[in-house]
């Protein structure tokens, strides 16, 4: 099996920052993109920022030049580096992983449980 823990959440002023991270650890062959995703009260979940492998980025309109998101492979870890946090920010942050757990099976997408981050205005 799979474990995905986040960490990193709390609350913060507008204007504030926040990083997030995200480690995996289990059965672990290989892991290809991860990512964050959110879910404010009411609101369907988002994509908020996603990183292959080899570190390509791809973020959300609405967190772009605030946001950034890397990853350890060697730590099977990513991060999300919050910076100019809104009160439209607040949300809970889920982070996902694209796992293969053994060479030549198809991988799956696991979910972390969730952390809260609340703005303040």
């Known amino acids: 099996q799979v474990q995905l823990v986040e960490s990193g959440g709390g609350l913060v002023q507008a204007g504030g920052s926040l990083t997030l991270s995200c480690a995996a650890s289990?059965?672990?062959?290989?892991?290809?993109?991860m990512g964050w995703y959110r879910q404010g009260p009411g609101k369907q979940r988002e994509l908020v920022a996603t990183?292959?492998?080899?570190?390509?980025?791809n973020l959300a309109d609405s967190v772009k030049g605030r946001f950034t998101i890397s990853r350890d492979n060697a730590k099977n870890t990513v991060y999300l580096q919050m910076n100019g946090l809104k009160p439209e920010d607040a949300a809970v942050y889920y982070c996902?992983?694209?796992?293969?757990?053994?060479?030549?099976?198809?991988?799956?997408?696991?979910w972390g449980q969730g952390t809260q981050v609340t703005v303040s205005s």
């Open positions: 996902n992983a694209n796992v293969k757990t053994r060479w030549g099976t198809t991988p799956r997408v696991y």
């Open positions: 289990g059965s672990i062959f290989s892991i290809n993109a």
């Open positions: 990183i292959t492998s080899d570190g390509s980025t």
